[in-house]
């Protein structure tokens, strides 16, 4: 098992930026893709971002797409989510997750954090 712990949320302005990271022990030897995923009052949990451990191989979610920017440190085990011109609609708790395979499907991570909020105001 891998334990996530998720830091860096917090209330901004619309156009600010925020970098969020996620910081993973355990065994983390067994899992190859670090995801982003957010959930907003009353919504489904989302697909936000995701990074291969070996390959350095992104994906990013077409909301995000130019605005975010996952990236990861091996040596620290930890992976980052730089969010730039934050929108309103960006605003939900965010979950670090990890699994054995890049997808977007929520289902296929097997370990997650418990979450920060970002909060942006217009």
């Known amino acids: 098992q891998v334990q996530l712990v998720e830091s860096g949320g917090g209330l901004v302005q619309a156009g600010d930026s925020l970098r969020l990271s996620c910081a993973a022990s355990g065994r983390t030897s067994s899992t190859y893709v670090r995801a982003w995923f957010r959930q907003a009052p009353g919504k489904e949990r989302e697909f936000v971002a995701a990074i291969s451990w070996n390959d350095h191989s992104t994906y990013d979610a077409a909301s995000v797409k130019g605005r975010f920017t996952i990236s990861r440190d091996n040596a620290k085990n930890t992976v980052y989510l730089q969010m730039n011109s934050l929108k309103p609609d960006d605003t939900a708790v965010y979950y670090c997750?990890?699994?054995?395979?890049?997808?977007?499907?929520?289902?296929?991570?097997?370990?997650w954090g418990q979450g920060t909020q970002v909060t942006v105001s217009s």
């Open positions: 997750a990890s699994g054995p395979n890049l997808s977007l499907n929520r289902a296929r991570y097997d370990d």
